[in-house]
């Protein structure tokens, strides 16, 4: 039995600002930056909101945005911003991501988000945070990379922005962890601040020897205190997920997923030239095709599940992705050319 797919809606996105360092656990994995005029990028956001609005697909949901970074100029996030109202998201209509950003001095960083606070109405800015100092540092590819987004939290409070802060636990950030709350406490908000492992995707399927086990979820530092997991996510070892979810991976419904749109230098024109129906049909087609090449969830549990893994993962899907990448381990064949990572 293989994979069927509930299309929810489509992800619009254009690879057009590059990331100043390289996470280690990035999932995005590979980048290939393009060169696509944002004018253009928007011209086509705009016509899937029309769409939407004149077929009458209210639930239809849209996604837009330039990755993968916010190194942009303040013009582009200011129409950003605009876009995802019109789009009806409040989620990424006033907020910036610090991660991939330029070095720039103190003075320079309070210009820069002034400005972003004055012209597109910024009000957040979100950093994530891989221990402190050099652990952090190592994590993100970059010297001074703790230090630069700790100065740039502070000027962000001082001119009245908002500061969020995830902080990845895994098992090299949890010796300095304590370090990292004091620090950051130095900072003259109140952030909001929540609990994050890394991602199975991207380059972050290279680092399962990161990942707590149970017994660390259950004695994490007294430092953490309150301090609650991302929202949406809950911390189960890959046997627990299984003890409690068995029942609906069997059930093998249908991958609720949106469609990927990517725009680049090479298809732009072409896009411009076809109707919304025909990009979601053709997109549809090509996932559901795609789709149709992975093997069932239950046939996953049944042969790639590992009942005695006690390490922790914080959705189902990641668990997943786990187990199809046992899966192509186990059938190298066509599958590992043809789909590679799964998508959505
Ligand atoms: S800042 Fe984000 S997108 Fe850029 S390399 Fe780091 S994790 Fe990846």
């Known amino acids: 039995m293989t994979r069927a797919i509930d299309v929810q809606g489509i992800r619009i996105f254009a690879k057009t600002a590059p990331c100043a360092h390289s996470c280690r656990y990035c999932l ?5 930056i393009v060169d696509v005029a944002f004018p253009r990028f928007v011209a086509i956001v705009e016509r899937f909101i029309e769409w939407r609005s004149e077929s009458g697909l209210s639930n239809f949901s849209i996604l837009a945005g330039v990755e993968d970074s916010y190194e942009f100029s303040v013009e582009i ?13 409040n989620e990424g209509s006033d907020g910036i991501k610090l991660g991939g950003l330029k070095w720039r001095s103190e003075s320079d960083m309070r210009t820069w988000l002034t ?3 004055d012209m597109a109405n910024l009000k957040i800015v979100h950093a994530s945070l891989a221990g402190c100092g050099s652990t952090h540092d190592r994590w993100n590819g970059r010297e001074g990379d703790f230090e630069f987004l700790f100065q740039t939290m502070r000027t962000a409070a001082e001119i009245g922005l908002r500061v969020h802060q995830r902080l ?26 929540y609990l994050s ?27 953490l205190g309150e301090i609650s997991m991302r929202a949406g996510t809950q911390w189960l070892s890959e ?38 129906e025909e990009i979601v049909a053709g997109l549809t087609s090509k996932t559901a095709k795609t789709y149709a090449m992975f093997p069932s969830r239950s046939k996953l549990l049944k042969e790639c599940a590992d009942r005695s893994n006690r390490l922790i993962y914080a959705s189902l899907r990641e668990l997943e992705h786990k187990w199809f990448d046992r899966y192509l ?16």
């Open 168 to 193: 990845f636990v895994v098992r090299s950030t949890l010796p300095v962890l304590a370090d990292l709350i004091d620090k950051l406490d130095e900072i003259p908000v109140k952030a909001l601040r």
């Open 77 to 89: 996030l200011k129409a950003l911003f605009e876009l995802q109202s019109k789009i009806g998201r």
């Open 28 to 32: 995005v994995g590979q980048k290939k």
């Open 239 to 276: 046997r627990e997920w299984i003890g409690e979810y068995k029942d609906k991976i069997d059930a093998d419904k249908p991958r609720k997923l949106r469609l990927d749109l990517e725009i680049t230098d090479a298809n732009i024109d072409q896009l411009e030239h076809m109707s919304c």
């Open 115 to 117: 400005e972003r606070r």
């Open 329 to 344: 381990i186990k059938n190298p064949s066509h599958l590992a050319k043809d789909v590679g990572h799964f998508a959505a």
């Open 197 to 223: 492992t890394f991602v199975y995707q991207g380059l972050a399927t290279r680092l399962e020897e990161e990942r707590i086990t149970e017994a660390m979820r259950d004695q994490l530092p007294a430092c």
